[in-house]
């Protein structure tokens, strides 16, 4: 506890945590379309091709972005950049409250997403910045550790659940594909269908009516 301590006091403590906070929401922005990605197909009616375009384009867009946002902190600071990033967040929010009513506009939507993912390029640098050379590795895995919140958005997200007691991330039996986790479930009464990893079987969709899913404690 006292070498933590010396750590935090030989650099600047609250840039450091406000790095890891910025990450962390960054990070939960980037990979908001995975949380949210049953509704969205349950409402734009996607195929499972358009589910991984949809899903994919943040992911690429985060990457190509992280290399003009560092060069964008070389010339203007990487609080400066940070800001910069930070108002491009709000603005793809904005646009996907506002102006999401297609499928092409979900897929701009996910290059939008990418300004959150470029997080990287910057956040890491500049939680770690003012401590020295023998502390630097240390602050930068404290804000890299920002990324668990890439896991928020889908643990508190609201849970779809079926007219027959299923709910998505639940563990089932099948007999003739064995044990599975829900993925999606869409539909109420006899439409009612669910999407079934089923390992080594592969996704599947089954009616509910028809199949006989035991759900596994």
Same mark, same amino acid.
């Not at 600047?12 to 890891?20: I, M, Q, R, Y």
């Not at 939008?112 to 930068?140: D, E, H, I, W």
């Given at each position: &506890?006292?070498?933590?301590? /010396?750590?935090?006091?030989?650099?600047?403590?609250?840039?450091?945590?406000?790095?890891?906070?910025?990450?962390?929401?960054?990070c939960a922005i980037w990979v908001i379309n995975g949380a949210m990605a049953p509704f969205i197909r349950e409402a734009f009616q996607l195929t499972p091709t358009q589910m991984g375009m949809m899903?994919?384009?943040?992911?690429?867009?985060?990457?190509?972005?992280?290399?003009?946002?560092?060069?964008?902190?070389?010339?203007?600071?990487?609080?400066?950049?940070?800001?910069? /990033? &930070?108002?491009?967040?709000?603005? +793809?929010?904005?646009? =996907?409250?506002?102006?999401?009513?297609?499928?092409? $506009?979900?897929?701009? &939507?996910?290059?939008?997403?990418?300004?959150?993912?470029?997080?990287?390029?910057? +956040?890491?640098?500049?939680?770690?910045?003012?401590?020295?050379?023998?502390?630097?590795?240390?602050?930068?895995?404290?804000?890299?550790?920002?990324?668990?919140?890439?896991?928020?958005?889908?643990?508190?997200?609201?849970?779809?659940?079926?007219?027959? =007691?299923?709910?998505?991330?639940?563990?089932?039996?099948?007999?003739?594909?064995?044990?599975?986790?829900?993925?999606?479930?869409?539909?109420?009464? /006899? $439409?009612?269908?669910?999407?079934?990893?089923?390992?080594?079987?592969? &996704?599947?969709?089954?009616?509910?009516?028809? +199949?006989?899913?035991?759900p596994i404690e």
């Open positions: &506890m006292h070498s933590f301590r /010396e750590f935090l006091k030989s650099g600047h403590a609250p840039t450091l945590w406000s790095a890891f906070l910025y990450f962390g929401f960054s899903l994919s384009i943040p992911i690429f867009a985060g990457a190509l972005m992280r290399f003009p946002l560092g060069i964008l902190a070389q010339y203007i600071g990487r609080k400066n950049a940070t800001l910069v /990033e &930070m108002a491009g967040i709000f603005l +793809a929010m904005g646009y =996907g409250y506002l102006f999401v009513h297609t499928y092409n $506009d979900l897929l701009a &939507m996910g290059v939008l997403l990418g300004v959150a993912g470029a997080s990287f390029g910057v +956040a890491l640098s500049l939680g770690s910045g003012s401590f020295p050379p023998r502390y630097k590795g240390l602050a930068m895995g404290i804000v890299g550790a920002g990324n668990v919140a890439a896991r928020a958005p889908a643990s508190s997200g609201p849970v779809t659940k079926s007219s027959h =007691g299923l709910r998505s991330g639940q563990s089932v039996f099948h007999t003739k594909f064995g044990e599975g986790v829900i993925v999606t479930l869409e539909g109420t009464g /006899e $439409d009612a269908r669910a999407q079934v990893n089923f390992g080594r079987h592969g &996704m599947k969709w089954l009616a509910l009516s028809v +199949a006989k899913l035991t």
